[in-house]
């Protein structure tokens, strides 16, 4: 069991990776078809976990290729907290199976438009721009683009209220916001993504660990989290080589996948 744990933390963290939204969309189906007795609160810390190691990994390899936006994602992270303070507030007020419909039916209908769409038009800006960056990567490509930063802001509080309430990682939510709504290059919005991601994962994961949450299950977490740390490795070196179309594909393909769960979840709750 610890070699299929290993090679699904490898499979989800370097999927992961590449569309810039961490490892978790993966994990959370898995653990629950390999371990259906399993509380959910483990389930989720678990995937935190891994989503944590995953993202940090990935993040180091991005650094490396000079793809992350530190000043965007540094500023953007901070929202995100609030956001899912706010969502952890409001998971009594309402209806989780109603809120989950709603938002698989928008998650299956963004994932679909992407798919057919690919990256084949740059996006336009939502909002007039209010901030341009600059960025060489490491083979010397130029990256210059502009996006409206308090649409930015709104989104990321946004994605932390979304991901308290339903349980899903943001960078789910982040990466079509980035390079739909803010018109961010697609290699620049999942590295930075994946960045973010780190940040809020490493918070989260340290609640879990505080709660004890973690209890009993390390020999899940471990295996599952080094497995992350590998696969991410593996997909920040083949990110460069692929075409933005195939990252947006791919990207539209965990969109569904996440979608299918959040129906699924509304119906039997787990």
């Known amino acids: 069991m610890t070699f ?3 090679a699904l933390g490898f499979i989800a963290g370097g999927y992961g990776t590449i569309a810039g939204i961490g490892g978790g969309f993966l994990v959370v189906p898995l653990l629950l078809l390999l371990y259906p007795e399993m509380e959910p609160r483990v389930v989720t810390a678990i995937s935190l976990m891994v989503v944590f190691f995953n993202t940090a990994s990935g993040s180091v390899a991005y650094a490396r290729q000079r793809r992350i936006d530190y000043r965007t994602g540094l500023l953007f992270a901070l929202l995100t907290v609030p956001g899912a303070v706010v969502g952890a507030w409001a998971t009594g007020l309402i209806s989780g199976s109603l809120f989950g419909y709603i938002f698989a039916a928008v998650l299956l209908a963004s994932g679909i438009v992407l798919f057919l769409r690919g990256a084949a038009h740059r996006p336009h800006n939502v909002l007039r721009a209010t901030t341009t960056r600059r960025i060489v990567d490491a083979w010397g490509h130029e990256h210059i683009y502009s996006f409206n930063q308090w649409l930015g802001l709104a989104v990321s509080f946004a994605v932390g209220f979304v991901s308290s309430l339903l349980g899903i990682g943001g960078g789910i939510i982040h990466v079509p916001a980035l390079t739909l709504m803010l018109a961010f290059p697609v290699h620049i919005a999942t590295a930075t993504s994946h960045f ?11 609640t879990h660990l505080v709660a004890g949450d973690y209890s009993g299950s390390w020999g899940v977490a471990v295996p599952l989290a080094i ?8 997909g920040a070196f083949l990110s460069p080589h692929l075409r933005s179309r195939l990252i947006i594909r791919l990207l539209a393909v965990a969109l569904g ?13 787990v």
């Open 257 to 269: 996948v996440v979608a299918v769960r959040l129906a699924l979840q509304a119906v039997w709750p």
């Open 4 to 6: 299929l744990l290993l």
């Open 227 to 234: 497995g992350g740390v590998l696969g991410a490795q593996l």
């Open 196 to 206: 973010i991601l780190s940040i809020t994962a490493l918070s989260a994961s340290t």
